[in-house]
T-cell receptor, first 116, second 112 residues
Framework: AQTVTQSQPEMSVQEAETVTLSCTYD???????LFWYKQPPSRQMILVIR??????QNATENRFSVNFQKAAKSFSLKISDSQLGDTAMYFC?????????????FGPGTRLSVLP | DVKVTQSSRYLVKRTGEKVFLECVQD?????MFWYRQDPGLGLRLIYF???????EKGDIPEGYSVSREKKERFSLILESASTNQTSMYLC???????????FGPGTRLLVL
């Protein structure tokens, strides 16, 4: 079974600074996908960024980028130029495709506070 | 934009009551999911459905059942609510082969 670990339950960062959220996972699969989801205080979860395990290049989405280390099973999220709107719970998720659909496993989350 | 809605934002029920949580998506997605979210545990999959009338158990199905009679609607049923089912419940949907899940706003259920 897959597991996802986020070792930082809470973090804070000053506005405009850079912060990195860590995520490690355990799997014996070779083909899978990794996600970072954001859940703002209003609670609607939204996708931040996605990485396919077969791609060596790290995914980027504007101020968000990942450091994907497949051998180390590490998938950290870097937020540059942090903004107050980045305050949220961040969940790392592992997904593999199965015959009947998708199998997602989520980490416990990191609560990020961006301070003015 | 994909829209996933859940019937209630907050719900208070008594132990032993039958509880229905409904989820509706408007984008013809085949896959729909029910999770519960608890502090320190993240999201745990209760059930998911990959088509009308089709369902698969997730990691924590005990005490829950589901119904999917129409493609856009996926219901979670607590047959006899218990206090340990107090939680946040999140619904999500996705469309193969696209991988992204779209989430509803969540229902915070309190069982007294």
């Amino acid at each position: 079974a897959q597991t996802v670990t986020q070792s930082q339950p809470e973090m804070s960062v000053q506005e405009a600074e850079t912060v990195t959220l860590s995520c490690t996972y355990d799997t014996s699969e070779s083909n899978y996908y990794l996600f970072w989801y954001k859940q703002p205080p209003s609670r609607q979860m939204i996708l931040v960024i996605r990485q396919e395990a077969y791609k060596q290049q790290n995914a980027t989405e504007n101020r968000f980028s990942v450091n994907f280390q497949k051998a180390a099973k590490s998938f950290s999220l870097k937020i540059s130029d942090s903004q107050l709107g980045d305050t949220a719970m961040y969940f790392c998720a592992f997904m593999k495709l199965v015959s009947y659909g998708q199998n997602f496993v989520f980490g416990p989350g990191t609560r990020l506070s961006v301070l003015p | 934009d994909v829209k996933v809605t859940q019937s209630s934002r907050y719900l208070v029920k008594r132990t032993g009551e039958k509880v229905f949580l409904e989820c509706v998506q408007d984008m013809d997605h085949e896959n729909m999911f029910w999770y519960r979210q608890d502090p320190g545990l993240g999201l745990r999959l209760i059930y998911f459905s990959y088509d009308v009338k089709m369902k698969e158990k997730g990691d924590i199905p005990e005490g829950y059942s589901v119904s999917r009679e129409k493609k856009e609607r996926f219901s979670l049923i607590l047959e006899s609510a218990s206090t340990n089912q107090t939680s946040m419940y999140l619904c999500a949907s996705s469309l193969p082969p696209f991988l992204t899940q779209y989430f509803g706003p969540g229902t915070r259920l309190l069982v007294l």
